[in-house]
């Protein structure tokens, strides 16, 4: 039997796949050849999905702690016992502290509308209780806020359309790694391809031309392209006249932006700056692919925000096959509101960033957390500032519930973790972030187990609390049916996908000023905000690793061994400053904390830039990651991470 599904994991691609199935056990996993965008394959990690649902190492339980926190000794439990205490322990919360005292973490393990998605699944219970709202800052905020002060959407391009591009600028982006089907579109459109990025990563390799700014600088940059532009009276003053708000003002800003002056700002020479403002201004359509790494700096809004002026300066945004992909998210017409039900709130909440656990339970009262649910996340390994998330997470008043596959560094610190099923074993519904595609999981298999839906987990919690209200016992297709209103279900369930229509991008006017910003205390006028980390040393950019997404598949043991042990590239001149040599074990620190990896040489860093991978587990590493150096500070726009946006010293350890 073939069974249609959608690859659940924090990616672009949003892949449909096919599961086969025998004798009641998935025995194998492959793309599905009919989605335009997955045409049949999957990637690196997910080729080994099947190894993760049926891993010994997985969590198929109810597990209670026995050991201290973080020690990840447990004893098995039943699902009546898990309960029982968790429904007791939340009731005598509530009475005393109040349901703001609950804080439902959610992380971006899946992307599912149903089972996951930051802050969607259980909710209609955290409401029913008052809990605290979680705002899932982590990925991609600062970027979206900037965009829709620019464009009225974050919403940009399709990018299927890329094939039909002459200039391709993949901007603070690394499609080869983090989501590498739209390299086909990129492929097939035979573009002029330039890779704009402080590390020659698997995609610069591949591209015609690669530019190295120094990290955080790119709406410098941007602003020096338009420059050379308008130089050139190349920009389009029909769509400019027609289509913008503010265009004077900010001809104003980009004329402040000479060459010389942006090549002091972001370290390219001034002739490659002029160069590409020429191509760009010969060449159209140009489309730009930014994605969600260059906006995990202090200025990572206004980088967003900056860049979507320049396809409107060259007109760009009017002709298929140019302006800007970012992500698709924004184009989705989805009942959201429907599906998490905000109206169950007793009364108004406060709202807890996801980026600041450390400062919400250290620091935070009025009430405390007391009880945390995670949910799809994995703190301790992918969280700013780790040893603070585990001083937090080690809190012996604090109640923390872990619904899980498997034993996370997070999971360690549970006093219940909860088995939860994976994507062949429960429905769910799939809305890609780099495509237009909505993708329909169908179950295909029965769970191991006592693995649970987290759907299925939260009806049975709220059915213990003697909870009333009928809506949080609503069935997964009903769930589906309510976010889906506006879709043909039937034929979305039929085909596995269905393409939806895109919305006007911009949504009116393109606002070079935006009254948005304004009102929200920022500069009304696009420009450019330095990148923050006050320390010196190297600019340490911990981004997509080839082999884990995030931490997930961090304990997969063939990716593990093809990711090899961890490392910090550091170019040559940096190494030699320091007496390191390619092969050293060193470590990198800052005031926040410290890490060891093996010191790998190479120019493939720009000098003064340091990058590791993100994604390694704690526990398999002595204790701390990439992680621990990285400041719990917030972007420029929407409480944003800047996980880029970090300087580290890196010294050889004693004995070398
Ligand atoms: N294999 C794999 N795929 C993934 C993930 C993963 O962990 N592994 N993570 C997934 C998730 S959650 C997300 S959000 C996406 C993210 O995917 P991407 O947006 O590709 O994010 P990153 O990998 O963080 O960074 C991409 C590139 O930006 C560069 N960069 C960093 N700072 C700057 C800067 O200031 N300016 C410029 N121009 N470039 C900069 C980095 O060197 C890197 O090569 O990928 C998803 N896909
Ligand atoms: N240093 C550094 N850190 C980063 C980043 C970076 O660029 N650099 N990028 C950040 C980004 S972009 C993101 S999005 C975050 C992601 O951070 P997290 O949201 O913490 O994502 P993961 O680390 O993948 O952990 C997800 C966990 O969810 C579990 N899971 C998966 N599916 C399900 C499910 O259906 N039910 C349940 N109950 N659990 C499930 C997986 O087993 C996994 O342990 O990490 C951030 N961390
Ligand atoms: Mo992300």
Redesign the pocket.
């Known amino acids: 039997m073939k069974v249609l599904g959608a690859c659940p994991l924090?990616?672009?691609d949003g892949c449909s796949w096919v599961v086969d199935v025998a004798d009641g056990t998935a025995v194998g996993l492959r793309g599905n050849k009919e989605h335009p965008v997955t045409r049949g394959a999957l990637?690196v990690?997910v080729n080994r999905y099947l190894e993760q649902v049926h891993s010994p190492e997985r969590i198929t339980h109810p597990l209670r702690r026995v050991g201290r926190k973080g020690e990840g000794r447990f004893e098995r439990i039943t699902w009546d016992e898990a309960l029982d205490e968790i429904a007791t322990r939340l009731t005598g919360i509530v009475d005393e502290y109040g349901g703001e005292a609950i804080w439902p973490f959610h992380g971006?393990g899946s992307l599912g509308y149903l089972q996951g998605l930051e802050g969607f699944s259980g909710r209609r219970f955290f409401n029913a209780l008052g809990a605290s709202l979680h705002d899932p800052t982590i990925?991609?905020i600062a970027g979206s806020t900037g965009l829709k002060y620019t464009l009225g959407t974050s919403g940009g391009m399709d990018p299927e359309d890329f094939t039909r591009s002459k200039l391709i600028l993949l901007?603070?982006?690394?499609?080869l790694?983090?989501?590498h089907h739209v390299w086909k579109f990129v492929q097939d459109s035979g573009a002029y391809t330039v890779a704009?990025?402080?590390?020659r990563?698997r995609?610069a390799e591949r591209c015609d031309e690669h530019l190295a700014?120094l990290?955080?600088?790119?709406a410098a940059l941007a602003l020096g392209l338009m420059h050379v532009i308008v130089s050139l009276g190349a920009e389009d003053g029909a769509f400019l006249a027609a289509h913008t708000e503010g265009w004077p003002e900010f001809r104003g800003r980009v004329e402040e932006y000479t060459p010389e002056r942006t090549a002091a700002i972001t370290g390219v020479p001034v002739e490659r700056i002029v160069a590409l403002g020429e191509r760009i201004a010969r060449t159209r359509p140009t489309a730009i692919r930014a994605?969600?790494?260059?906006q995990?700096?202090a200025g990572g809004g206004m980088a967003l925000r900056t860049l979507a002026c320049l396809p409107g300066v060259t007109g760009d945004w009017a002709i298929p096959g140019g302006g800007l992909h970012y992500s698709t998210s924004g184009h989705f017409r989805l009942d959201v509101p429907a599906l998490v039900r905000f109206d169950l709130l007793p009364n108004p909440v406060r709202t807890l960033s996801m980026t600041r656990m450390g400062e919400a339970l250290l620091e935070t009262t009025a009430p405390p957390v007391k009880a945390l649910f995670v949910i799809a996340a994995n703190p301790v390994g992918s969280n700013p500032d780790q040893r603070r998330v585990i001083e937090g997470l080690s809190r012996e008043d604090l109640f923390t519930v872990v619904l899980e596959h498997f034993p996370t560094d997070t999971a360690d610190y549970a006093d219940i973790v909860l088995p939860a099923t994976m994507q062949p074993e429960h429905l769910d519904v799939i809305a890609a972030y780099g495509n237009l595609y909505l993708v329909w999981n169908e179950p295909a298999v029965a769970p191991p187990g006592e693995c649970l839906p987290t759907t299925e987990t939260f009806r049975r919690l709220a059915e213990r609390m003697g909870l009333t209200e009928p809506a949080l016992y609503d069935s997964d297709e009903e769930l589906a049916n309510q976010l889906l209103k506006q879709y043909d279900i039937d034929r979305l369930r039929a085909d596995g996908f269905l393409k939806i229509d895109p919305r006007p991008v911009p949504t009116d006017k393109l606002r070079f000023v935006s009254p948005r910003a304004a009102a929200a205390g920022h500069d009304p006028l696009a420009g450019y905000t330095p990148p923050a980390d006050p320390g010196d040393g190297l600019v340490l950019?911990s981004?997509?690793?080839?082999?884990?997404?995030?931490t997930t598949f961090g304990s997969n043991p063939e990716l593990r061994r093809r990711a090899g042990e961890p490392t910090v590239m550091i170019h040559p001149d940096d190494a030699s400053a320091r007496g390191i040599s390619d092969g050293d074990p060193v470590t990198v620190a800052n005031e926040r904390g410290s890490f060891d990896a093996i010191a790998e040489v190479s120019d493939a860093v720009r000098p003064g830039v340091a990058?590791t991978p993100?994604?390694r587990w704690a526990k398999h590493t002595g204790g701390a990651t990439v992680n621990a150096t990285i400041a719990e500070r917030d972007s420029d726009f929407g409480g944003g991470a800047v996980?880029?946006d970090n300087r580290v010293q890196i010294t050889p350890h004693p004995s070398t």
């Open positions: 924090d990616c672009p990637c990690k971006t990925c991609s901007w603070g982006t690394n499609p790694s983090s989501g704009i990025d402080p590390v990563s995609t700014p990290p955080g600088t790119d994605s969600q790494g260059m995990r700096h950019i981004a997509a690793s080839h082999y884990f997404l995030n990058a993100k994604g996980f880029h």
